[in-house]
Nanobody, 119 residues
Framework: QVQLVESGGGLVQAGGSLRLSCAAS????????MAWSRQAPGKQRELVAR???????NYVDSVKGRFSISRDNAKNTVYLQMNNLKPEDTAVYYC?????????????WGQGTQVTVSS
């Protein structure tokens, strides 16, 4: 099994910044894509940003130019730098990844970290 441990959420005023971190651990697994999704109250969970093993990235349109995803492969850690935060960014942010061992791949998720942006 792979465990994902997130950190860095909190309360920030609009226009502020936060940096989320997520460390993946699990013996015998190789980590591929790493990503962040979020879920606001009453809304569906949405993919925010994804970084593949070749470091290519994808972002949802609403965060382009404000959020930046990066990873440290040596530490199996993914980061989400969030700048110019807006109240509509308020959500629980979840880290996930693809984890492969032998010929089996699955997608573990973290427990989530709350991000609240006040106006």
């Amino acid at each position: 099994q792979v465990q994902l441990v997130e950190s860095g959420g909190g309360l920030v005023q609009a226009g502020g910044s936060l940096r989320l971190s997520c460390a993946a651990s699990g013996d015998g697994f190789s980590i591929g894509t790493m990503a962040w999704s979020r879920q606001a109250p009453g809304k569906q969970r949405e993919l925010v940003a994804r970084i593949n093993s070749d470091s290519s990235t994808n972002y949802v349109d609403s965060v382009k130019g404000r959020f930046s995803i990066s990873r440290d492969n040596a530490k199996n850690t993914v980061y989400l730098q969030m700048n110019n935060l807006k109240p509509e960014d308020t959500a629980v942010y979840y880290c996930w990844c693809t984890a492969t061992r032998l010929h089996w791949t699955y997608t573990p998720w973290g427990q989530g970290t709350q991000v609240t942006v006040s106006s």
